[in-house]
């Protein structure tokens, strides 16, 4: 048991008061599973210490759940065995205010302690003391992936776990993770194994996704990858998470998951603007990112929204750039994906000519529209068609509509925009 966590209990002693003991233990019990997950909401109910009802349900914001915790005062493996036929339908959180006991009996055994283990996992149930939530709290912060497990082991962590096992558990990950990134089967089995044993599928699925996704952004056959009891690739809603609740991640932990990833799907997440862990992704994808092309829309700020520009966000279902008083919104496949656009007038020729001299982009492809007829003036060979004479009689005819670059139509809404392939970058003209 930590000092602290002692500290409090004893505090709580020194009260005559019993609801004033209890509300003081149930604050350091709070305390203790708030260190691993601070965006946890604890809240109390009006019972201690009963059978079937919970001291503490902790929520979270934005996220459809809740998870009961139940405080029993002993550590001892039988008594808490004996309290699980209670608990199975809840899959709760178990926090003993003892420390957990695994010394064998009197005869050498420690069959109880299986025995609750194996009760435990069965019924998605996890039970901890303080030297677990202590394990844990203390190294969360040492990457986000041991972030990304502290906070699923508070929603769905299962079995049995002291300081000891939690540490086991931590190391794992780690290795797997580092496993992983250098296509090492050994380590990544054996977090694989860690996570999966310590979390329920929800959670546990969501942490082996990650590990594939790493092992396959350093180029690592799937099909070498363990088995795991999740399949599938990385999902919108677990980038959302990612993106949401990862803290600190290093450069080569978001070129990770940026291979893992594309614009279609960062179009399709959930993250708050401003988002530093979304600045930190695209910062590092940016060279590997593809796109239909860009939208430029006038969007003056708005009352409280960030200044600071230009940054990415994800809004009316795209990838955006926010500039000042500007919008660029990305198309990942179909320019049907942007935002309606702006009522404005299309570009003359010479105005495109003047804008494209600013950026060394080649522009094969304009499109000249009148009512409902268009034009099309194209270079077979990939050469630059604005300087072309043959373009000079039908702009005089029509009107200029459409601009495209080498990789597809793109949309010129008050800027023209082109696609350049290359190198996978966008730019803008004008």
């Known amino acids: 048991m930590r000092a ?23 604050q350091a019990v709070t305390d203790e599973v708030s260190s691993m997950d601070p ?26 759940r809740e998870r009961l915790l139940f405080v029993r005062p002993t550590g001892d493996a039988s008594r808490l065995l004996d309290g699980m036929r209670f608990l199975t339908r809840h899959r709760p959180l178990v926090f003993t205010l003892e420390d957990l006991d695994a010394s064998p009996d009197g005869n050498g055994s420690i069959t109880a302690w299986q025995s609750l283990e194996e009760a435990a996992s069965a019924a998605s ?20 992936t041991l972030g990304l497990l502290s ?11 002291n300081g000891e096992e939690i540490s086991r ?18 380590p990544t089995r054996s977090a694989v194994q860690a996570i999966e044993g310590h979390l329920d599928e929800d959670q546990s699925g969501r942490l082996t996704r990650l590990l594939r996704a790493v092992w396959e952004g350093h180029g690592g056959d799937l099909a070498n990858f363990p088995r795991t009891a999740t ?20 450069s080569d932990f978001w070129r990770h998951i940026g291979r893992a990833v594309n614009t279609a799907m960062l179009g399709r997440t959930r993250v708050n603007d401003p988002s530093p862990n979304l600045q930190a992704l695209m910062h590092e994808s940016l060279e590997t990112l593809q796109a239909k092309g860009l939208r430029v829309l006038y969007e003056p700020l708005h009352l409280n929204e960030s200044e600071d520009t230009p940054r990415w966000l994800v809004s009316r279902g795209c990838l ?24 404005v007038q299309a570009p003359d020729l010479p105005t495109l000519r003047k804008r494209a001299e600013k950026n060394p982009v080649t522009i094969t492809q304009v499109r000249l529209r009148r009512g409902d007829r268009v034009f099309v003036y194209e270079s077979k060979d990939g050469g630059n068609v604005l300087g072309h004479p043959g373009l000079r009689s039908p702009a005089k005819a029509v009107r200029l509509g459409l601009n495209a670059g080498p990789r597809g139509e793109v949309v010129g809404d008050g800027a023209v925009v082109a696609w350049h392939g290359g190198r996978g970058g966008v730019y803008l003209v004008g």
């Open 125 to 144: 149930t996890w039970i901890t003391d303080s030297s677990g939530t202590e394990a844990m709290s203390s190294v969360r912060k040492r990457s986000p």
């Open 231 to 250: 399949l599938g690739r990385l999902t919108e809603d677990d980038l959302s998470y990612l993106l949401e609740t990862t803290s600190e991640g290093s």
């Open 320 to 343: 955006a750039l926010r500039g000042l008083n500007w919008t660029a919104y990305v198309a990942a496949r179909l320019t049907e994906e942007f935002p309606s656009s702006d009522q």
């Open 4 to 26: 602290e966590f002692r500290s409090a209990l004893a505090a709580a002693m020194q009260h005559d008061d019993p609801s004033g003991r209890i509300a003081v233990i149930k």
């Open 39 to 64: 965006t946890a909401r604890p809240r109390f109910t009006e019972y201690f210490n009963h059978s079937i009802a919970p001291d503490i349900v902790l929520q979270w914001p934005n996220e459809n």
């Open 151 to 161: 906070q699923a082991l508070l929603r769905g962590g299962r079995g049995v776990s």
């Open 169 to 186: 558990l931590t190391n794992d990950t780690e290795a797997g993770f580092a496993g992983a990134s250098n296509l090492s089967t050994a």
